[in-house]
Every structure is written in C-alpha cells, then in structure tokens.
C-alpha cells in the first residue's frame, strides 16, 4: 500500500498545507482503502492509535467519519464536545493541548476559530485536522475531489462551479483544492458575497502553475456553461441564522435547479452534481423549516447525476487517509 513518509505527523489545517502532489497522493490513498473496505478488508493500520475528536459544531459526516475510519483500521476514537472538557472556558486552548498531546495520537477538531485549530496543533505536539472551522473545511474537499475522480477519472480540465454563498469555509477550501488539481473553478455569488480578493489571487496564481484557471462571476446562466461539476451548500451558515432573511433575498437568483443544470450544455451526459450536506432541498425534509427548496431543488438532489451520498461516504475514506498517512507504523 502506497504511505508516504513525508507526510507522517503531518497536519491539516488548511489544504494550502499539502503540496499540490500531497493532496493528489492523499486521495490516491483514500481510492486503495476504499477498495479494501468494499472488499471487506478491516486493517490494523491504526492498531492502538487514539484519536480526539473536539468537536464545538455539532456534526453527522465528519463525526461518523471519523469514527469509522479509525475503527476499521483497528484506532480508537473519543469524542469530546463543548461540555465535556474546559476548552476555551476554564482551561485555555494551549494548556488543553499539551494535556491532550500527552494521552492522544492524534486530534481532529471541529469548531469556530482557525486560531483554535491552529493552537493546537502548535501546542499538542500530535497531528491535528481540521474537520471544519469557520474558514477552512479541507477534509470536505478531499472527499469532493475524490468523488469527482472517481466520476471523471482524469480531473485536470474539468470545470466545476460552485453557485451561492462564495466566502463561506466551503468555498474558500473548494476554490484552492480545485486550483491545486487543476480544476477550473468558477464561484458564482452574488456581489455582495465574494470571496476575499486575496485568497483568489492565491488560487488564481495556484491554478495558472497547474493549467486551470479560477473565476468569480454573478450571472449563473453566464457561469454555468460547460460546467462538469455543479456544487452548492446552505445559504445560511452555523452562527449566522439571524441572516436567514438577508441571504435568502441575496441567493434566490442562485438556486441550482433543472432549468440552471440544463443551461451546463452537459445535462444528460459529463455533468454531477455536488453538495457537502446538510442540504435545504424540499419541505418535506423537515417540516418545522416550512422553506421549500433553498439553495437546490429537490428534482436535481434525487438526480441520477447527483452524486452527493457518494461524496458523503467519502469523507470517511479521505478522513482514513489522512490518519493512516500521518499515523501509520509502516
């Protein structure tokens, strides 16, 4: 099985923290170990390894994920969330660190502040990864590329545009992980929703070394044509529920509907569709929300281009991926 020794004890805060090559080899790893867990191979790569997993988010994937990851390769996880331990309370985030450094072999943490994740990987002296921060969320794009590898194979050239929110954790990490591969990325948003111009210039240079290029546009109709790839995700993020009114007025126009699929040129043929999930797809999904579809309908989630439940079970084989890489004794 391919480990590459660069990247033992290595963390992931952002996917600006892997190479170009890394990122690839990673889900390089995570295609072979999907391949040994449909075969029904349980490993023992992970064999006495226990993981912390902090979680100040409440979360469905990534703790799953995680979860198994480590339990199909014979690790040992303990989750931890806001009211089992001090962190950021009674006990600072640094001191939490170097307790956890000394029981664990590894952190995953789930929560608000970059700077937090970032403390504790400083102070801890484990790997720590980032499963989602209000800035960053590189394990989603892991998962994402892994997907659209295995849809397309070849990713290099493919075009994929991402249509709403354009500076929420998920777009700002889908912009630089599609750049790094060598995607064409689009973030269609509305203006008042751009991403930070700086962190485009970084993915605009990051794709021009690898062929590709990255755009901001506002016309979705415009945006769309040729896209391989149509991902969205909730127009109001964890914290800003106060902005439900607002953000519903601003991304109306941006709902990933048939009609907007049909306008890629691809519908029926090279084109899926992606979404990190949890998703506002019909009323029926919950009736208390009484929305109707928000940021997709619900005939392009149940799609047979839809490939959103792949891609959730592969926040599993990516999240393996990485523990085992950083991990692994062999």
Not at 1 to 28: A, G, Q, V
Not at 114 to 141: A, E, F
Not at 230 to 238: E, F, K, R
Request: charged letters at 30%.
């Amino acid at each position: 099985m391919f480990l590459n020794s660069d990247l033992k004890r290595r963390s992931l805060l952002s996917i600006d923290d892997f190479t170009d090559r890394e990122m690839s080899e990673i889900i390089d790893l995570a295609i072979e170990l999907k391949r040994r867990r449909d075969a029904g191979v349980r490993g023992d790569l992970l064999r006495r390894k226990n993981i912390a997993l902090i979680f100040e988010k409440g979360s469905t994937r990534t703790r799953c994920a995680a979860t198994i990851a480590a339990r199909d390769e014979g690790g040992n996880v303990e989750y931890l969330n806001r009211n089992d331990i001090h962190i950021g309370a009674k006990e600072s985030v640094k001191d939490t660190a170097r307790v956890l450094g000394r029981m664990f072999d590894g952190i995953l943490f789930r929560g608000y502040s970059q700077d937090t994740v970032r403390q504790l990987r400083d102070y801890s002296g484990v790997p720590v990864w980032n499963g989602l921060t209000d800035d960053c969320h590189p394990t989603q794009i892991l998962a994402d590329l892994m997907t659209m590898r295995q849809c397309f194979g070849d990713i290099r050239g493919k075009k994929l545009v991402y249509v709403g929110d354009g500076r929420n954790n998920v777009a700002n990490s889908l912009m630089l992980g599609c750049a790094k591969a060598g995607v064409n990325y689009v973030t269609c948003t509305p203006p008042e929703l751009c991403p930070n111009p700086d962190l485009v210039a970084h993915a605009v240079e990051t794709a021009s070394a690898n062929g590709a290029e990255v755009a901001v546009m506002h016309d979705p109709a415009e945006a769309v044509r040729g896209a391989n790839v149509l991902y969205t995700d909730v127009w109001v993020s964890m914290g800003e529920e106060s902005k439900k009114a607002e953000r519903m007025r601003l991304l109306s126009p941006y709902r990933v509907d048939m009609e907007l699929a049909g306008r890629t040129g691809n519908l029926g043929g090279d084109l899926i569709f992606l979404h990190c999930l949890p998703a506002f797809h019909d009323s029926e999904t919950d009736s208390s929300r009484d929305t109707g579809a928000m940021e997709v309908t619900d005939d392009v989630f149940e799609s047979s281009f839809s490939k959103v439940f792949d891609e959730a079970e592969n926040r599993m084989h990516t999240i393996k991926a990485l523990f085992v890489s950083s991990l692994a004794d062999e």
